[in-house]
């Protein structure tokens, strides 16, 4: 089994719609989870962090953790084709990040 | 804050040459982390530096791979030898001490083994 697993891809949506992407890990211990975004090409850039069970927004993005079920959400609302890229979701152990293999979005205009 | 950055942005090579990247993290920030990225994978950790002290090293970096960072400040990834696998992207990144200090990401340097 994986340390991340992502819900695998391509997801397209229409401008406007909203973006649900899904994210399960395996260390139980885990404390602290990103949500980066990669362009085609590019390096990661984070967007989203969130350490405690619940909901956190930050402008259109909106990051869920459920600690019990390990699991991680991100929902992108309003999708502008600006929000076409791969995002990859990263579970903290300690030190390092253990990614997913990153679930790619095409915002359709 | 410049951000992280990393040299150079493409490497392109032959089999069996060595190849030396270089990081500069952002000033402040005393953690420092290589990963390596191949194409519609997820980063992989190769190995993290607290100041000057490298602490970890994945089973992934092979004797071929050594990483220094003198003086705690700048950060230097040789591959000796290198060989078709190598072939990757070679991420950067930096981070403040702390439990829940995000990481972040330089550009990165892309080798490429002919």
């Known amino acids: 089994q994986k340390e991340v697993e992502q819900n695998s891809g391509p997801l397209s949506v229409p401008e406007g719609a909203i973006a649900s992407l899904n994210c399960t890990y395996s260390d139980r211990g885990s404390q602290s989870f990103f949500w980066y975004r990669q362009y085609s090409g590019k390096s990661p850039e984070l967007i989203m962090s969130i350490y405690s069970n619940g909901d956190k927004e930050d402008g259109r993005f909106t990051a869920q953790l459920n600690k019990a079920s390990q699991y991680v959400s991100l929902l992108i609302r309003d999708s502008q084709p600006s929000d076409s890229a791969t995002y990859l979701c990263a579970v903290k152990n300690d030190y390092k990040l253990s990614f997913g293999a990153g679930t790619t979005v095409t915002v359709r205009a | 804050d410049t951000g992280v950055s990393q040299d150079p942005r493409h490497k392109i090579t032959k089999r069996g040459q060595n190849v030396t990247f270089r990081c500069d993290p952002i000033s402040e920030h005393n953690r420092l982390y290589w990963y390596r990225q191949t194409l519609g994978q997820g980063p992989e950790f190769l190995t993290y530096f607290q100041n000057e002290a490298q602490l970890e090293k994945s089973r992934l970096l092979s004797d071929r791979f050594s990483a220094e960072r003198p003086k705690g400040s700048f950060s230097t990834l040789e591959i000796q030898r290198t060989e078709q696998g190598d072939s990757a992207m070679y991420l950067c990144?930096?981070?403040?001490?702390?439990?829940?200090?995000?990481?972040?990401f330089g550009d990165g340097t892309r080798l490429s083994i002919l």
């Open positions: 990144a930096s981070s403040p001490q702390g439990f829940n200090q995000p990481q972040h």
